[in-house]
């Protein structure tokens, strides 16, 4: 069994060793433990370096659980579904209320103002404000995975992604859905509210 534990951290990274030994201590078995020690031993690896990389990888996990305690829940998630899809109605309703809908053109026209305007608002919205009228209304926003402003494309796969079946309830499942999953964002509290 320890020649195995050997044989693994023989192939692991520096790097990675040096987690195991200090950050991920309690998450690996002792005889583990005692192997990875033993490989940081014959790569003559710094104590100085252990140090920096230790410290480097502890402020790292501490931004995460900072970043993560930020997410929302399901239900402000639903309430922006809620919300917004109650806008985005009110819109095609004031953009189609003159259209005659015995006229096939005028349909096609009202069909095209549906479709489109959807994708109008979740981009213009997302890319300009990082927010739509529910995440302005819960005092969210949505951010990259690693807590950056979203790029034009990423809101571009977000609102794609939101015509996935089954998106709306992917929720329901885990605390990022289909669209965030798929275009690397996530909704976070907006600490400047």
């Excluded at 020649?3 to 192939?11: C, E, L, P, T």
């Excluded at 252990?50 to 997410?71: M, R």
Aim: glycine residues 2%.
């Amino acid at each position: 069994m320890n020649s195995d534990f050997k044989d693994v951290m023989s192939k692991r990274t520096d790097e990675e060793l040096i987690k195991i030994v200090t950050v991920d201590r309690n998450k690996y078995q002792p005889l583990a433990i005692e192997s990875a020690e033993e490989e940081i031993k014959n790569r003559n690896i710094d104590n100085s370096k252990i140090e920096k990389l230790s410290a480097e990888l502890t402020t790292k996990i501490e931004e995460k659980k900072i970043f993560d305690s930020k997410k929302i829940s399901s239900l402000s998630r639903f309430i922006h579904f809620i919300v917004d899809t109650i806008v985005w109605f009110l819109i095609v309703a004031i953009l189609t209320f003159s259209l005659n809908t015995n006229d096939d053109f005028q349909m096609l026209i009202g069909y095209l103002i549906f479709f489109s305007s959807y994708f109008i608002y979740y981009v213009f919205m997302e890319t300009k404000y990082q927010k739509t009228v529910g995440k302005f209304i819960t005092k969210t926003k949505v951010v990259k995975s690693n807590g950056t402003k979203p790029e034009f494309g990423d809101i571009v796969i977000r609102t794609f992604c939101r015509l996935i079946p089954f998106d709306r309830i992917s929720f329901l499942f885990s605390q990022n859905g289909f669209h965030d999953r798929f275009s690397e964002t996530t909704i976070i509290k907006d600490e400047n509210n």
